[in-house]
T-cell receptor, first 114, second 114 residues
Framework: DAGVIQSPRHEVTEMGQEVTLRCKPI?????LFWYRQTMMRGLELLIY????????DSGMPEDRFSAKMPNASFSTLKIQPSEPRDSAVYFC????????????FGDGTRLSIL | QKEVEQDPGPLSVPEGAIVSLNCTYS??????FMWYRQYSRKGPELLMY????GNKEDGRFTAQVDKSSKYISLFIRDSQPSDSATYLC??????????????FGKGTKLSVIP
């Protein structure tokens, strides 16, 4: 079975550029999560979708970050404009139900903003 | 005090040793407890998932939850070099938005030396 698929795996771009990260959840999973992982802060939840609807975006750091889920098989996380402090590994995870079930993670996008 | 505390290590043990990894937490609303393993440059993968206090065993891995002490542990018996990874504890509770959200420890980096 295919797991959670994220693209790109690596992204290097200059400050001020728009960055778009993509995620395809596991088929049949109706909850999707975006996380950011840094050495200093560990894994932090950014936003949670259930049935394609954003349920909790309180973890989104600021208005430069936005996320969409146009259908059950695709989600994007966009940063515009990007800043060096956004450099991190961004993970997407999916699960069935309301989130109390174990989440399955993709291999992440390693983002570097110069 | 952070919601979930986990000793970051690093922890280095000889092959065959018994490994004990621990997390403490402060939020008594946490209901589900998980351990994830994360290899370098990969996403976290679920190892163990428990709900109640007590022990749960799966092969060489045993997860222990003590809700009264707000303490969880992961034991690895007969550790192997392939167990070398970062181990993340995670816990979930219903958020203000009515959904379950995972809170992660920062992870303990384990090295098993042949």
């Amino acid at each position: 079975d295919a797991g959670v698929i994220q693209s790109p795996r690596h992204e290097v771009t200059e400050m001020g550029q728009e960055v778009t990260l993509r995620c395809k959840p596991i088929s049949g999973h109706n909850s999707l999560f975006w996380y950011r992982q840094t050495m200093m802060r560990g894994l932090e939840l950014l936003i949670y979708f259930n049935n394609n609807v954003p349920i909790d975006d309180s973890g989104m750091p600021e208005d430069r970050f936005s996320a969409k889920m146009p259908n059950a098989s695709f989600s994007t996380l966009k940063i515009q404009p990007s800043e060096p402090r956004d450099s991190a590994v961004y993970f997407c995870a999916s699960t069935r139900g309301q989130g109390n079930q174990p989440q399955h993670f993709g291999d992440g996008t390693r983002l570097s903003i110069l | 005090q952070k919601e979930v505390e986990q000793d970051p290590g690093p922890l280095s043990v000889p092959e065959g040793a018994i490994v004990s990894l621990n997390c403490t937490y402060s939020n008594s609303a946490f209901q589900y407890f998980m351990w994830y393993r994360q290899y370098s440059r990969k996403g976290p993968e679920l190892l163990m998932y428990t709900y109640s206090s007590g022990n749960k065993e799966d092969g060489r891995f045993t997860a222990q939850v003590d809700k009264s002490s707000k303490y969880i542990s992961l034991f690895i018996r007969d550790s192997q070099p392939s167990d070398s990874a970062t181990y993340l504890c995670a816990m979930s509770a219903i958020s203000g938005a009515g959904s379950y959200q995972l809170t992660f420890g920062k992870g303990t980096k384990l090295s098993v030396i042949p």
